[in-house]
């Protein structure tokens, strides 16, 4: 019992950590969940992190308080995806909160302005630290590469919805995954035969 509930109380206090210094939504996350949680606790691999990051981008709800779920609930099972998922979300409650009290001032403070010039900046990095560390992880042949391609053109250029470049390429690498399958199927038959005829 007393293992649960420092298991919890790690969890919270580790997603509460990682939601107070998380600006610019879930990407930028990349580089503090690597750093917390898989370089520190240890709580989930790199191809994992990219799986729950597909996963989460895939379904509805905020980036950030999916991926805290998900590893949540592998750690510590439905309690522990609850205290996960309120961890995460406990720091920008607390300071909507106050900032909602007094915005109509605090937009008009100069160092304010120039704080929040800088946060975006900093967001910027983060954003392409995370582009460039995914695309190097996923990219492993040709056909990772054209979806990267195809899917960038289609979101930047054409406009197209995210959610079909999402459900297109998700059926493609199925449809890949299949006829790949086959072939080693294939071969291995082949294998086979010829080592039943020597």
């Known amino acids: ?15 509460c950590k990682i939601g107070s210094v998380t600006f610019g939504g879930g990407m930028a996350m990349v580089p503090i ?13 790199n ?15 905020i980036i950030a308080v999916n991926v805290a779920t998900f590893i949540g609930y592998k750690q510590a099972g439905n309690i522990g995806g609850i205290i996960a998922t309120f961890g995460v ?9 106050l900032i909602a ?7 008009k403070i100069v160092w304010v302005q120039k704080a929040l ?4 900046v900093a967001v910027a990095a983060n954003l392409t630290y995370a582009t460039v560390s995914f695309a190097k ?12 391609s195809a899917g960038f053109i289609s979101i930047f250029f054409f406009h197209i919805s995210s959610i079909i470049v999402i459900f297109s390429a998700a059926g493609i690498g ?9 072939v080693k199927i294939a071969e291995k038959k082949a294998e086979d035969k010829d080592g039943g005829t020597k």
Not at 47 to 61: K, V
Not at 89 to 97: A, D, E
Request: aromatic share 8%; no cysteine; charged share 20%.
């Open 89 to 97: 979300i406990t720091p920008s409650l607390v300071i909507i909160t």
């Open 117 to 120: 010039k800088g946060i975006n």
């Open 101 to 107: 009290n007094f915005i109509g001032a605090i937009d």
């Open 137 to 148: 992880r996923t990219v492993k042949n040709i056909l990772g590469a054209l979806l990267l």
């Open 47 to 61: 191809d994992e992190m990219l799986d729950y990051y597909a996963i989460s981008q895939s379904t509805p709800g």
């Open 33 to 45: 969940l690597e750093r917390e949680l898989i370089d520190k606790k240890h709580w989930m691999t």
């Open 174 to 182: 199925i449809l890949a995954a299949l006829i790949t399958g086959q």
């Open 1 to 15: 019992m007393k293992e649960r509930i420092k298991t919890l109380l790690d969890l919270f206090w580790t997603f």
